[in-house]
């Protein structure tokens, strides 16, 4: 990933496919929408446009014993329609800070659709003192809500 994962404390990989029963065009749009992303993310207070492909959002968590509401930045640098995006985040909160990057691929066949992400994401405070496996298992959990989030969401549009 980029020079911004260099910084800061533990680093937490993520990995993972899911499989939702959407056309490969409505899982990007659905992707592409500030609203509907922000009802995915669990734990979200807001998501605020800064401009183009670039938002600050609040956040609240959980991750074992430490709880937070995280203040940050989420930046869109890479659109490849309707196949690919890449991500860069950056927040701060009492319990640390976060710095990331990721990648969403999306793979389509007829109404079914594959997506695929990675990601690295690096923590300072509180957040990196937890352990190794306290945080893969966090950001797991995390990354599964927010997927069957989406598939819910999709589900009711038209």
Request: proline share 5%; with cysteine; net charge negative.
């Amino acid at each position: 990933m980029s020079a911004i994962l260099g910084k800061g404390g533990p680093g937490v990989e993520l990995r993972g496919e899911e499989t939702i029963a959407a056309p490969l065009e409505q899982v990007w749009r659905a992707l592409n929408d500030p609203q509907l992303m922000a009802r995915c993310i669990l734990g979200v207070k807001s998501l605020e446009p800064l401009g183009e492909d670039e938002f600050m959002g609040l956040v609240e968590v959980s991750i074992g014993p430490i709880k937070g509401t995280f203040q940050g930045r989420l930046r869109i640098c890479q659109r490849e329609p309707p196949r690919r995006l890449r991500l860069q985040m950056q927040g701060q909160g009492r319990a640390g800070g976060l710095q990331g990057e990721g990648v969403i691929e999306l793979e389509g066949d007829g109404d079914i659709t594959k997506v695929s992400y990675t990601g690295d994401v690096h923590l300072t405070g509180l957040l990196a003192s937890l352990g190794a496996r306290v945080l893969h298992g966090a950001s797991q959990i995390l990354a599964r809500q927010f997927f069957a989030n989406l598939a819910r969401e999709l589900e009711t549009q038209p």
